[in-house]
């Protein structure tokens, strides 16, 4: 029988533009990682000895970000050289299937106590430089039916039939909601500052969020993808969606998600280990899952895999109080709410 797996804190970096010029661009990953461990050792006072393994989610392991990371940030945070470090990719749900893993580690009763998160610096380590078959071998994407992520966000958006005044006004709203969170202090618990080796601030709070967004600036962006797609990618679509006639690119740089720095970390442990160091659970993780999905339009996998972690943890979804997703594309969170 499992054990149960409690989630005991969770913090953040603030997230900034991930290209040069970007608040954190100066950081590096081993040092965003570092501080959040360090702090999760401030705030519980934490025997870092107990912790097992620290499990990081980093999409381009290469560079910086190389030879894994996870055990490099344990390392430069300082902690007791028996904790080790595994870093994993899967893709933009890597730092999701961390804190999975971390779950059923302590749910095996294998392990007691472990740090999960992840840690990407667009801005040092930009997207896609680990190359790989996928968009890199072009008998394997002719293979699979490959299209670039945002090519399979205009399809869903084409296949559901919402206009970009749909999908901006979904952005809009977005928008809105993070600037209140943000300035209402709803992150100030979980977000930890930035601060360089003098320790001074570099960045407090989230600065990629923009507030002043509106319909008509929304409007004034281009598409992101239509040219994209005349390279042969909406060729693809077309061939093996064969109700479509054309793809509608609706997706822009103010409805797509953004290219940001920042890390995370999870604490996540069983009863025993919270007795033994005094830590109140803030949470339980009832059940995970994972699936995959046509890998043309990958981006329709968050309703199914919601459905089916539903499943075994024996839900409905009203059940739920509060859902999250992660909001790609605009026409993926709005798919995944229908």
Known sequence: MSKPAYIFDAVRTP?????????LYTVKPVDLGAGLLRELQSRHDLDTAYVDDVVMGCVTPVGEQGSDVAK???QNADWDESVAGVQLDRFCASGLEAVNIAAQKIASGWEELVVA???ECMSRVPMGSNGGAMGGDPAFSLKTGFVPQGIGADTIATLEGWSREDVDAFALESQKRAAH???SGYFDKSVVPVRDYNGLTILDKDDFIKPDTSMEGLA????SFGLMGQF?????????????DRINHVHTPGNSSGIVDGASAVLIGSEKA????????RGRI??????STDPTIMLIGPGPAAKKCLGKAGLQVSDIDLWEINEAFAAVALRYMK
Do not use: E, Q
């Open 15 to 23: 997230r900034s533009k991930g290209k040069p010029g970007g608040s």
């Open 72 to 74: 490099m940030i344990v």
């Open 117 to 119: 998160g992840g840690v």
């Open 181 to 183: 969170a943000r300035d």
């Open 220 to 223: 004034g962006l281009k598409s």
């Open 232 to 244: 042969g990618f909406d060729d693809v679509i077309l061939a093996k969606y064969t109700t479509l």
């Open 274 to 281: 919270g007795k033994d160091l005094g830590l109140k659970p």
């Open 286 to 291: 009832v059940a995970t899952a994972v699936l």
